[in-house]
């Protein structure tokens, strides 16, 4: 019945993340051996009488490890959408912090995405979320028919 919802016994759950390939464990591994690598090329030249290489190596370094920084900072971003006990509970991770909105489930509205660029809207009185920045701009119509299913049971 569902797609990218999980159903258990004490309701049903979205997990919806970013699509990483190296976790920030792999990165942080790939990021020693390219400094032992870079430092090794680094560390010849600079024996051989070039010793402008070396501060140039470790700048290059320095830049990696911030892009490295940035990217392992938000791989573990995503939202967390679950339909418990008649209430439903929207749980965003961004950079570390965790932001979390709960609503009456049987009050919410669902409006799917009016274009590709657009996200699920939830709107309960005046308050309005928007969800689905982790799901693919064609699967966020699904996620959408999901919620508005799933609170038809509310």
Known sequence: MYRLATVTPDGVHW??????????????AMFVVLSGLSL?????????????????SALELVAVAVAFLMHGRHAADGEHISLQNGRLVVEREEAGSLFRVEFAGYAVRVDPPGDERSLV???????TLEVGRFVRPDLRWVLAS??????RGV
């Open 121 to 127: 809207s939830l709107k309960e009185g005046g308050r």
């Open 146 to 151: 999901e919620l508005k299913s799933a609170l």
């Open 40 to 56: 090794a090329v680094a560390v010849f030249f600079w024996s051989q009488g070039a010793w402008m290489v070396l501060p140039f």
């Open 15 to 28: 997990i919806l993340r970013r699509n990483c390939s190296v976790t920030p464990r792999q990165l942080g």
